[in-house]
């Protein structure tokens, strides 16, 4: 019994533990946001480009983003460590996978002695054409543009692609932030986050002087 509480603690943890990620990575404050989607009087796109669809792998963080002709979602893998005993009627073991029969899920296991490692994977999307997601081409780039819960405010991510590698790269850096003021001449406020209305020329000098510079990169699959 003792052991068996033990583990259930265990996977109490391990969900936790995403749980807790899941809410920083909601709640990760954004250092500018846009009155317009960027860059200004640029036609938005109906879908992604078909030379950047496809899947991509971060080795690091063991997470892949899919790019589709509509979307983009990430895929994140983590591994965790069952007992069989601690399994209940739902849950079936067939050859190498774990089913669960109300929910349909299938995961692969490796069997050692009566624990079973499985690996769980979290899916959602990031990204998704329409009215508050708006895709543009610029410069050799696409930008993101997603708005705001208040739906006042945009923001842009960068997606680059060169020789089967992408990156995603937004604005992360307070010397990011201070290029953008001195570009568009906008004083600092209190305000966060720094709201800017920036001219297609203004946009295009902040991307030539390294903006957008820290990003997550994906190499393809």
Request: with cysteine; aromatic share 12%.
């Amino acid at each position: 019994i003792f052991l068996k509480n033990i583990l259930k603690m265990k996977n109490l943890i391990f969900y936790l533990t995403i749980l807790l990620v899941i809410l920083c990575s909601c709640k990760k404050s954004e250092l500018v946001s846009f009155t317009e989607n960027q860059p200004e009087n640029v036609q938005a796109l109906k879908e992604f480009p078909k030379k950047y669809q496809g899947t991509y792998y971060n080795i690091d963080e063991k997470t892949e983003i899919t790019i589709s002709k509509y979307f983009i979602f990430t895929t994140t893998m983590s591994e965790d460590t069952i007992n069989i005993k601690d399994l209940d009627k739902n849950e079936i073991i067939k050859n190498d996978s774990l089913f669960k029969i109300k929910s349909k899920e299938k995961y692969r296991i490796k069997k050692i002695n009566d624990s079973l490692i499985t690996n769980y994977v979290f899916s959602d999307t990031i990204f998704k054409i329409g009215k508050t997601a708006v895709l543009k081409k610029f410069k050799g780039y696409l930008f993101l543009n997603k708005q705001t819960e208040n739906s006042e405010f945009w923001n842009v991510e960068k997606l680059q692609l060169s020789k089967g590698v992408v990156k995603l790269s937004n604005i992360e850096t307070l010397t990011e932030l201070e290029l953008l003021k001195n570009i568009t001449e906008k004083k600092s406020d209190t305000t966060k986050p720094f709201n800017v209305k920036p001219t297609k020329r203004q946009f295009r000098e902040f991307i030539n002087s390294n903006g957008f510079s820290n990003g997550k990169i994906y190499l393809k699959k």
